[in-house]
């Protein structure tokens, strides 16, 4: 029963807050429920009211997936250093970390669903039920590394969690190995899904090797942007610590992977235009245009530009320690690789088609709309993870606490059962 009291009272925990508090979740949940209401329209109309169509069949939505599939990855940026180099500084925000990434990975996964045509079907890649075809399909290979990574950062917090309520120490030999584990699922996730581009030998764009180390390189960068900005926040509107150490680290973290990650965008680049070959054409598409096409040019060149911007101050050491000039770079480089990795990779692998036609593609307002609903519903999942976590972590939520509590409300009624008059 006590694991039951721990998840009533920290249901109980998500549900208390000042009106600010209330405030923003209502924000949130009327966004979600906004774009929850316009993908009950796609649903009813098909897929036609996006912008897809059979020559570009991945759009805005894979887009979002590919880059939250790297932001989830990034929690191993703070399990590393808590767990393999005894930071305790890190230790303390470590659960945060993972409570962000069962909110990536759920995002992702609910991005997946909202490009299926058809939901209702999605039981047919249902082990057992349907047909998996693991390990010979890659889509399969997807689906076992991202719900194993959704249930491996939500048994680590659990269980710590459920220990701290109980007023217990965690048995570090007990989760240590699923620590580790965590750590290679968290590069495998994002591998997977460098490879689910790279394997289409019939879009050159995607069909390089070097794919899996770029969407590593640009989710070390963007993931530790977004904690620091997320940190940022909760050191300021709550009491819980937030050590000065761990935002300098993701910094510097984070400086070193745009540098990589801009290194390899460069790398393709010149790869591409230096040979001038037919391979190349997506290529052109995306940072020249092609045959007057070019929807996607002034996009990816602001990308490089916040990019670029966000390395030239993480790269000067006193910039990156001023908070002001740290959260303009976490912003460009957040958006810049959002830009980049998401529109930027997705799109152009489907310009021109194996024929050479040209179909270029716009998202319609109503996939705007139902991606802003799932950013929202992550903001609200990671925002109600976060706040029992910080209660649980400050001793405020306590099953000697409830105890305490049971025993005062039952009080009364044992007295009035024992003096009836």
Request: aromatic share 14%; net charge positive; charged share 10%.
């Amino acid at each position: 029963m006590s694991f039951v009291h721990f998840v009533v009272d920290a249901v109980r925990e998500m549900l208390r807050g000042s009106r600010a508090y209330w405030t923003w979740l209502g924000i949130l949940a009327a966004l979600f429920a906004f774009g929850a209401l316009n993908y009950f329209g796609q649903l009813r109309d098909g897929l036609v009211v996006t912008g897809m169509s059979d020559q570009v069949s991945w759009g805005f939505y894979i887009a979002n997936f590919a880059f939250l599939v790297g932001i989830a990855a990034a929690a191993v940026l703070l399990v590393i250093p808590a767990y393999i180099f005894h930071r305790k500084d890190v230790k303390s925000v470590v659960l945060l970390g993972e409570g962000m990434a069962v909110a990536a990975v759920i995002m992702a996964m609910l991005f997946v669903i909202v490009d299926i045509g058809r939901p209702d079907r999605a039981w047919h890649v249902i082990p057992f039920i349907g047909r998996f075809n693991f390990p010979s399909s890659l889509l399969a290979w997807d689906i076992v590394v991202l719900n194993g990574y959704l249930a491996l950062n939500l048994l680590i917090p659990t269980y710590v969690h459920f220990s701290h309520y109980r007023g217990r120490e965690p048995n570090l030999k007990l989760y240590f190995p699923v620590v580790v584990l965590a750590m290679f699922w968290a590069i495998s996730i994002h591998t997977v899904t460098a490879f689910l581009f790279s394997s289409n030998s019939a879009r050159p764009f995607w069909n390089v090797a070097l794919l899996g180390p770029r969407f590593i390189a640009s989710a070390f960068a963007s993931g530790p942007a977004l904690i620091i900005l997320t940190l940022q926040v909760i050191r300021r509107v709550t009491d819980y610590p937030v050590s000065q150490s761990v935002i300098e680290t993701l910094a510097l973290i984070m400086a070193v992977a745009m540098q990589i990650s801009l290194f390899f965008v460069g790398a393709e680049m010149f790869t591409d235009f230096y040979n001038d070959s037919r391979h190349a054409a997506s290529m052109h598409y995306l940072f020249l245009g092609l045959d007057g096409f070019a929807g996607l040019r002034p996009w990816i060149w602001l990308a490089i530009a916040l990019n670029l911007v966000a390395v030239a101050i993480l790269s000067i050491h006193p910039l990156r320690r001023k908070a002001l000039t740290l959260n303009i770079a976490c912003v460009c480089g957040f958006v810049g690789i959002w830009l980049e990795k998401g529109m930027g990779l997705v799109i152009p692998g489907f310009i021109p088609t194996p024929l050479g036609e040209i179909f270029e593609y716009v998202p319609t307002a109503q996939e705007f709309s139902i991606a802003i609903g799932i950013w929202a519903f992550g903001f609200l999942l990671f925002t109600l993870l976060a706040k029992a976590s910080i209660a649980i972590e400050l001793g405020k939520v306590r099953a000697s606490n409830a105890q305490r509590r049971d025993a005062m409300t039952s009080g009364p009624a044992v007295a009035a059962v024992a003096h009836p008059d």
